[in-house]
């Protein structure tokens, strides 16, 4: 029993260590979104984390505070829970608040509404496989979502597009590019105004201006391939960049070649990455989604437009489920309410019962829960 309790001890003193505040910690302010990660796990399809911001805190562990923590968002997705769901892409579309996602395994994509119901699921056209990253961009003539996928011709990985979303029967169709060739995509996908970001277009992140909604031409390219990419302005690009044992993020700018290091040691085989929008006081927080670390963590930084080029570490979401740093996206809020309370002991809601579920009762135990 000695052995057991110094190790629980140790275990929460390292959590303590890597974590800037608690999953369930309380809230100062009503949440403006969510977070949704994706899994790669037996049973949990998408971890959902609601942050909350208040800059009249100068501490960052008071500032910016977690809540909600639910690993089981997508609850009534025909999954097949004996085989493992591996989701490596997430996108929500702004005007409906529906929230798609990539079966990587199954070769589909499948529609959830804002508040976690399975609508249904589409299959990849023939011959593509293993979809990945994905992005929704709204055109004149419709909305579209935007799959980097395997063809299995080449076993090369293209840009497809779906849609419209609008319609019953949407369909799919390549994207090309200026010489009517399907464009490279091997993961990240993000849209920039008229422009459409990818993190690896055949070895390299690439910028492309739309012609239309299934065609561009490309702009400016950089000598360096990511898993994930974001953007914050013109001058401001992220580019997560897997590594062993650590990886980075770049920053790229709009017409520029040129690559710099933004954010460096950041662990985990690959790394997802989301930009919140503006704060209050002008910041964004930057979400970086790590996978494969234990404690697995969703770490935070704060991008001052006043200091661009130092981001502020700001903590991080600890233990988030193992596995699960493959995608993040920015999404609505979600009705907590609507948690499994089945199992009271499993309190950070992740389907199991284990040490993190004990670390969030000795973090909060003497705290008061108020109302």
Known sequence: MKHLTNGIARTALIAAVATATLVNSLAQEEPRYGL???????YRVITYLQPTYDPRYSDPALALQWSCAYSQFAKGYPSNTPAQVYIYGIAVDPHNDRIWA??????RIVAFDRNGNYIRDFALPQGVLSPRKMAIYRHRQGTYLYVSATNSDSWQAKLWVFGPLESNNPSWEPFVDENDQQVSSESGVRFF??????????????????????????????????????????????????GRPTGTIKRLRLNDPNITDFITGLPGTWQGIAV???????????????????????FAYRYNPNDPDRPQWFGAASPLPFKSGYAVAIGPVWDCSQCNARCPEDVNRDGVVDDADLLSILFAFGSSCGN
Request: glycine content about 10%.
């Open 36 to 42: 949704y990660i994706g899994d790669r796990d037996t």
């Open 276 to 298: 919140g929008p503006e704060e209050r006081d002008g910041t964004r927080f930057i979400y970086i989604a790590t996978y494969e670390t234990f404690p697995n963590a969703l």
């Open 102 to 107: 990539s079966d990587h395994l199954r070769d």
């Open 193 to 242: 105004e008229v422009y459409m970001l990818i993190s690896n277009s055949g070895g390299k992140a690439a910028l492309y201006k739309f012609s239309s909604h299934r065609s561009g031409y490309k702009g400016t390219e950089w000598d360096v391939a990511g898993e994930d990419i974001d953007y914050i302005d013109n001058d401001t690009i992220l580019l997560a960049v897997p």
